[in-house]
Each structure stands twice: as C-alpha cells, then as structure tokens.
C-alpha cells in the first residue's frame, strides 16, 4: 500500500506579503489549493494560521470540530459544515444525508445531543427541482430519524457555472449532558483508541462512482449518524471517555494525528486491529490508496481511559452502527503529535497527516 | 419609478411530477431560476411549498429569519445565512463584513443578543490568499466590534469553475432576554411601523460597482450590525415591541408583505415618510428601479404598540444607525398581507412581494 498522493500543489511561489491578520505566513501558496480542502497538512495550516489567530479566541483554539459555550444553566455545543461532495447522490446516501449526519456527528464528537439544526443552500441556477426536492426529502428523513428538528434556514441562488448544482450547509447546536467532558487535553499516556468499524467505506463509495469502478459488490459510503452510538459510549464510559472525533477528510491518519497534536502526546496504531473490509482493501490496493487516509462518514475514534475500554467496547459493538468495533491502538508519552503503526509484519511506520489533496469533494 | 423587474424567469414549463415530499407543486418551474434567490415571490414559495412541509417543525413555521429555542433556562436564538455577493469587495463593506453583519442581524431580528458565530468557506480553487485574508480580518474586525465570538468553523474547496472565489456561510446563536418577545403573532392593527434610516444604500452601492456607474458622491453600503440599535429599541419599547425585521433581499416591499402575511394584518405605508437619499433617489431613477424593493443590510423595521412609538424612534434616533429613522405606517385590519403605499402626490398603490429577481447576487 501506498502514502498518499502529494502531486496536488504546483512549486510554491515564495511566502507573500501578509498583513497584519496573520502573524506568520499562511502558506506557500498565493492562491487557493484544492489541497486546502483536502483535511490534511494544508488545510491545518490554513485554519492555524489564518482562521485561529484572525479570530482568536479559546473555543477556536480548541480545534475541535464544534465549540462547546456557556449557554446559561446548561452547555451548548455549536458546529458548522459546508458539504460539496460530487457526485450528489452515491451508493448509501447523498448530499442531503451526508449534511445532516455530518453535523448530528459533530456535536456527537464534541459530546452533545443535538438540539436543532440550519440548513443554507448555495444553489445553481438550472439546477432540477426534482433533484432538490431529492435532496431535500433526504435531509428530512436523516434529521427525523435522529429526531433533530431543522429549524431555520437559507437560500441562495448562484449564476450558472458559478456553483455545482447544489452545496449545502448545516450548523448545529446541541445541549453538552452535566458530567460529560470531551476535550483533546484529557488524553493520557496509556489511554485506548477505539474504533467504532471498519475504515474507508464513505472515500471509497464516492471514488468507485466517480471513476465508473465496478467491484463485485457495490460498496457504500458509511454516511450514518452516530449520536446514538456516542451516547451508549458515553453511558458505558463515564468520565473515562476523554476524546471522540470522527475520521472524515483525511481518515484515520488525519484525525489521530491532529488528536496526538492537541493532546501532546504519541500514539501507537496496530494495523492488523484497524476493521477493514475486503473488498475495501482491494479496491485501494488497485486505486494505490491508503485506507488510513480515505474518509469514513459513519465511524468514531474514541480515546478513553484504560479501565473503561473494555466497557466502552462493550457499548459500541452493542449498537447496530458498531458491530465491527475494536481496540486499535493506545496512547503513548512520546513526542506529540507523532503517530506510528505496528503493520501486520510486525515494523513500524510513521503515519503523517496527508499532505496533498487525495480525493477532492469527498464531503 | 417602475416596479421591480419581472423579466427573470422562461416561461413555465408545467407542473412537474412530485414525490412524497412535496403536498403542491413547487413551483411551475422545472429548474432552479436566478429569481429563486431574489427574496422575493418565488424565494417564498420555494420556503413554503418545499422546505417547510418537508422540515415540518413550529419554529420554521414562523417563518422568521432565525429560530428560538428553548435551550435549558434561557431562549436561544439560531440563524443561518450563506452569502454569495459579487463582487467581493464593494464601498461600504466586503462579503466578510457582510456575513458577519447579516447573520448578527437575523439574531438581533430575534430579539437576541448574538453569543457566538461560526463560519463556513466554499473557496474556488486558485482563489487569491491574498483576498481570503482580506475577507477573513474583515469578520475578524466586524466580530470585534459587535463582541461576538467566531467559536467554529469549516472550509470547503471546489475546483476551478465550480465556485466564484469565495462563499461565506455564517450561522450564529445568541440568547433572547427574558421578556423579549418578537413574533409577527404579536402585531395589531393600530401598531406603527418604524424605519430605522434611509433605504436602499446597501443594493445602489452594489449595483453602482457592478455597473460601473459614477455619481457625484460614491453610494456606500450601509452593512453594519443592528445588535445596539436592537438592545435600545426593546430597552425603550420592552413588551410593547411586536416584532423586528431586516429588510434585506427584496426590500421594504418584501419585509413588510412578509409580515403582513405572517401577522394577517394589513400595512399602510407613507412615501413621503420612508427616508431615502437624493442620490440614491436618483440612481434609482437612472437605473429604473423601486427603491421599496432594494436591498438593505443595516436597516431595522420595528412594528410597535402605539403607546410606544414615539419613545423607540427616540431610541433608534439616539443610535449613531438610527438617526434618520421615522414612523413609516400603521398595521390596519385589512385583508391579511395587503400592503399599500400612500403615494407623495396623495394616491395609493399596492405594494406587492417582488415576482422576479431585482439583482442577482446582492448579499
């Protein structure tokens, strides 16, 4: 299996003269990357050094997926996504599944039960009503199933040629239960990473459509929401439950790398643990993807406290989003933020954060 | 001054065959029009006969710019707008400024007070970083001043002609003081309407850029956020403050057809009382078009009890973005969403909901 693809960038054109809002220089680049969107080592650096310090403040510092706020008596998670994904509809959802779970799992991830949701629309003009009416029956059907109320929303129309038919936003907020405390600050030397299923499902789904692949059997995208599962991992695991995040943009290396950095500490991944289908590993081995870098839509890391993991397994192989559930690694003291695998021959490798673009529009 | 343009659609192509979703047609157009977006008729229907039945909840019912909930022991206010303006940067403003105005408005419009924002970016691939930073210190400075926090955030990218630069969705809660409470609901005949400044600057100065026109003075947004005139107006008219808009997209007309609808009341507006500016005045004249239906962004209309009028027009008149407000008209009990304008030479004219798309792209 190969790395990830690091062909996106064209050469760099040297840093730019920046203005008071960024302290160091945003990138090497001048112009926008797809790269930038890829959630890997560009898209860090973009929201590190142009959104955190522009828009200073803890919740943001944080880097979480959604901010946790005072909100009188109780805590109110706050989380925003814009989907893009192409094409809209794929085999196990579309556009409009996709934006509500991924907004009822960035609450889940910051420990809340999601409150309300918004729905804003960039539409193109041209685009069939029949189409948004497809999607819109689909975010309706996702949000009532969860049982989360979209509650106000927005909608604009963009000049043919401007947009891709339809992307969609959803914001969230969700009420943090008393005693819950998700925080990359609480992981220790020693904790367990679990994972709640097997990997790549969601990037490989878009991909096979997108390139008119044909496996045996159709793979479809995870694209599930996982606020029932976080909250039968929260009931099992108590204050032992330290992190959660889902690994979308960038997969598994992305998400561990970015938690092993908040968190100042090291991780050590057992590949022959990681849950992975194979028909999933096939089809990354011909399309020399590697699965840890292929988002999933439907799947949780968690990071918990020795003493609570079996439990918390225990929980997430007892719901039916977590059948495949497992142990895969544990916290280390190492350096931060370094990740490494022991690969089922037994060496070890470094897994970076991705650093180019490996699928675009993947959400 | 002509009414607004009504050239923007092709001709229907029938009714179209409908799923589950949708109880009645969506619209007797078969595909996305520009005027879809315009804030006027067909933006109504398309919120009434698609979105609503389909995220059928009481918040969305009331049809307002951003829901209340209840979140614990106090009322949150939650509101979602995506901004598509081109171009970028415009006199008076830009579309970060602008994103954080509108969204702190639509709260405001609630009766809230904003608590925190997010934001989420569709950027074009080889869009200027240069230009990204501009946009990103303008929300940063406009956040400041309103002493709101950005405590999330997402960034999206999508290929080349697939976007136009930059897309900024910005949603935003804040939390609704006890005894506030803004709904159409509330609104009686006798209540006067109360402007809070002089109309249509925001779509002039737009349109003037995009046109290339020069006056003798330059036209200048008025985008600015109404959080201070908002807290003013309901601390000088408390529960005698029925309800508050921002006539944005489509206007005064729109705004007040909307209210008039949603109150089932009827509206009387006065021309001579509605405050424009000569140049502004003049510009429309030149470019044929109803200042009513021009877009504002730092504008209020407060719909108040009788007995409280004169003490909130001397609470927007002490706010350095309510000097010039004014009494405009008065609800009446006639037909439910009839609005007509009592013209300067004495007559009376319906003011409808605008049909088409007066300009594309506004906010």
Same mark, same amino acid.
């Given at each position: ?29 001048? $112009? ?10 560009? $898209? ?17 510092? @944080? ?73 819109? %029956?689909?975010? @309706? ?21 401007? %947009? ?18 998700? *925080?990359? $600050? ?5 904790? @367990? ?106 799947? *949780? ?30 916290? $280390?003291?190492?350096?931060? %933020? ?26």
């Amino acid at each position: 299996m190969s790395g990830p693809r690091r062909d996106a960038a064209p050469a760099p054109a040297g840093d730019l003269a920046l203005g008071p809002v960024c302290p160091v220089p945003i990138s090497d680049y001048p $112009t926008v990357q797809m790269a930038h969107g890829g959630g890997g080592r560009l $898209t860090q650096q973009l929201i590190e050094r142009m959104f955190v310090p522009s828009f200073s403040n803890p919740e943001l510092e @944080r880097m979480h997926d959604g901010a946790v706020l005072a909100g009188g008596s109780e805590r109110l998670a706050f989380s925003t996504d814009s989907y893009v994904v192409r094409p809209l509809f794929f085999p196990g959802g579309d556009i409009g599944s996709l934006a509500v779970h991924g907004t009822v799992n960035d609450l889940a991830m910051c420990g809340a039960r999601p409150l309300a949701l918004s729905v804003g629309m960039i539409l193109e003009e041209g685009f069939p009503l029949a189409d948004l009416e497809r999607v819109v %029956g689909s975010m @309706r059907d996702a949000a009532a199933k969860v049982g989360v109320s979209i509650v106000t929303g927005d909608t604009k129309v963009v000049d043919r040629g401007k %947009g891709d038919g339809i992307y969609v936003n959803t914001s969230g907020i969700g009420v943090v239960p008393d005693g819950v405390d998700i *925080a990359p $600050t609480r992981v220790r030397a020693g904790d @367990r990473i679990l994972l709640s299923g097997s990997i790549a499902l969601h990037g490989i789904a878009i991909l096979s459509v997108r390139e008119g692949l044909a496996f045996t059997t159709t793979i479809e995208s995870d694209s599930a929401a996982l606020d029932g599962l976080v909250a039968a991992v929260l009931a099992a695991g108590g204050a032992g439950v330290h992190v959660l995040r889902d690994p979308t943009r960038g997969g598994v290396s992305s998400a561990t790398n970015e938690l092993a950095e908040a968190a100042g500490v090291a991780m050590v991944l057992d590949e022959r643990a990681i849950p992975i289908r194979e028909e999933v590993r096939g089809a990354c081995e011909i399309l020399g993807l590697d699965p840890l870098y292929v988002a999933n839509e439907g799947k *949780a890391l968690a990071i918990v406290a020795p003493e609570v993991a079996d439990a918390v397994l225990a929980a997430m192989r007892a719901n039916p989003l977590g059948r495949e559930a497992a142990i895969v690694g544990e916290v $280390t003291a190492g350096p931060a %933020g370094r990740v490494t695998m022991r690969s089922r021959v037994g060496g070890f490798r470094i897994v970076d954060m991705m650093s180019g673009e490996q699928l675009p529009r993947i959400c």
